[in-house]
């Protein structure tokens, strides 16, 4: 184990990255602040073929990446990794009824998945590139064109700036304009338009920021600027110029198998044309003159937050703090219910099932958020603050997590509902209900805000009830919390949950 920032990190770091495309695992060794990959592996699954526009994710392929998932699985618990962080991305995103899948997922590596937006994804690949690219000085656009979509981000050093996703994607683009691997002049044309379409809103936007270097990452820049260097040895990056000399090879072919480059595997060529449209439009919308090809990518920015989270250096962490100032939250007040909660946790972690060290931060991310709808409306104040936080771009949060965020926030006070809590990915749906009682016994006992401690209060927890002694005194100096915690048990019961509120001497309180 090695040790940064006074805290220990482990030594073996694993990223899984499961992209529209391909899947990727990378395996890296922690040691004196640096990354150093030990082991990769990559395997074209094309997830996102798999799934049609109604959302269903066909058997066949889910088999072929579950299959795929149980050899990076093997891998993994050969090399013995400390930690593994799986993201899921634009397929995983637009699949419906995936529970299964992401569960049997789960079981083959040993790890959750999580699905990550379109924006966080755009996050991760920034500070993979960045992180992966000689220091300097200035902006850079990087482009990143995966298999369902396609991620532009100005960043400087190593904080992004300027963050899009867009629906464009070389898997999708080729099999809507490419169908069967024909091409043709007007085949090409018309995927052009489809991207420059998609492209066309951002353009102001981004050439108003503007860069000094344009950088791209993935498969396919990376076949694109191949192509470019066999037809011609002597090019050191992308150009318009190489554009329009692979455009001409490609489409002087009436079939993806008969492109005359070598550099073309036979899985690339069944998604070259699509992603070298998205490529030729993202250079002629935007007026790229030139750009570098990196080799980094999603999955080593994901090793290089994982090492954050394991740091001082949690995205998710900074994330919290930014909406904390962004919404006017008290942080005090937030400070004493997170105090408060930790401690409830702390004495029922092993009866529910809460010892994951996710709960934890869950509950404390949830209670430095909790009134952050305060800034919308005082009336259904914990309401607004659930769709702020499902809804908005939280650097660093998986879309789950933000669920579960969402709902502890959303729960945290007045009529507590379950709907949509079975919808959950597994364990949460059944552990979600066990932290929102948590988070509102934690915010009722701080109710008057008022800087005094609170007595010592012990929690005996079982299944669905859960019984709270006080000091019997306490109790009787403070009867509107009494009241408080006569009413919670009645909101409670409406949802089959038990509280049973006791003195230290026994006897029931309320």
């Known amino acids: 184990m090695a040790r940064s920032n006074g805290r220990t990190t482990p030594e073996l770091l694993a990223a899984v990255d499961l992209g529209s495309n391909s899947f990727h695992l990378v395996v890296a060794r922690y040691s004196h602040g640096q990354l150093v990959v030990i082991d990769r592996l990559r395997e074209n699954v094309r997830l996102g073929s798999g799934v049609d526009a109604d959302g269903r994710l066909d ?13 990076f699985g093997q891998r993994l618990r050969d090399m013995h990794a400390d930690r593994i962080r799986v993201v899921g991305t634009n397929a995983l995103r637009r699949a419906h009824r995936k529970q299964v899948f992401l569960e049997k997922a789960r079981a083959a590596l040993g790890a959750p998945i999580e699905i990550v937006s379109g924006m966080e994804e755009a996050r991760l690949i920034y500070s993979g590139v960045a992180h992966m690219m000689p220091r300097g000085e200035g902006t850079r656009l990087v482009v990143d064109i995966g298999g369902g979509s396609t991620e532009l981000i100005i960043g400087e050093d190593l904080t992004p700036l300027k963050l899009e996703s867009t629906q464009l994607g070389c898997v999708s683009m080729s099999e809507r304009f490419f169908a069967g691997g024909k091409l043709s002049q007007k085949r090409f044309s018309r995927a052009r ?51 329009e000399a692979v455009i001409e090879t490609m489409l002087s072919a009436n079939h993806v198998r008969d492109i005359a480059l070598t550099s073309l595997t036979d899985e690339r060529r069944l998604v070259f044309a699509g992603g070298l449209a998205i490529l030729a439009e993202v250079f002629d919308v935007l007026g790229i003159e030139r750009m570098d090809v990196s080799d980094g990518a999603m999955r080593d920015g994901l090793l290089y937050d994982l090492v954050g989270r394991l740091t001082d250096e949690d995205a998710r962490d900074r994330t919290v703090r930014g909406m904390q100032g962004r919404y006017h939250v008290d942080t005090a007040q937030a ?34 958020l909790h009134e952050i709808g305060l800034d919308v409306s005082h009336s259904r104040y914990h309401q607004h603050g659930a769709y702020l936080l499902e809804h908005a771009d939280m650097p660093g949060f998986p879309r789950e997590e933000q669920r579960l965020l969402s709902r502890l926030v959303g729960g945290h006070r007045r009529k507590l509902s379950l709907e949509g809590i079975d919808k959950l990915l597994p364990p949460w749906d059944r552990r979600v209900l066990n932290l929102i009682v948590l988070l509102r016994l934690a915010v009722l006992l701080h109710r008057g805000r008022g800087r005094a401690p609170l007595p010592d209060v012990t929690l005996a927890p079982k299944g669905r009830t859960l019984e709270i002694r006080f000091p019997m005194r306490w109790l009787r100096e403070h009867p509107l919390t009494v009241a ?27």
């Open 193 to 243: 338009v489809a991207a420059r379409g998609e492209l066309e809103p951002i353009e102001e936007a981004y050439r108003r920021v503007g860069w000094l270097q344009a950088v791209g990452s993935s498969g396919s820049v990376k076949s694109v600027g191949d192509a470019i260097r066999e037809l011609d040895p002597r090019a050191s990056a992308i150009t318009p110029e190489g554009l």
């Open 59 to 71: 058997r066949e392929v889910a088999a072929r990446a579950l299959a795929c998932l149980e050899r």
């Open 335 to 368: 400070e004493r219910v997170e105090r408060t909660a930790r401690h409830l946790l702390e004495q029922v972690a092993a009866e529910w099932q809460l010892d994951d060290p996710l709960a934890e931060q869950l509950l404390a991310w949830a209670a430095r």
């Open 484 to 510: 408080d915690l006569s009413e919670e048990i009645d909101l409670l019961r409406a949802v089959d949950f038990r509280l049973r509120v006791y003195s230290s001497r026994g006897l029931p309180a309320v």
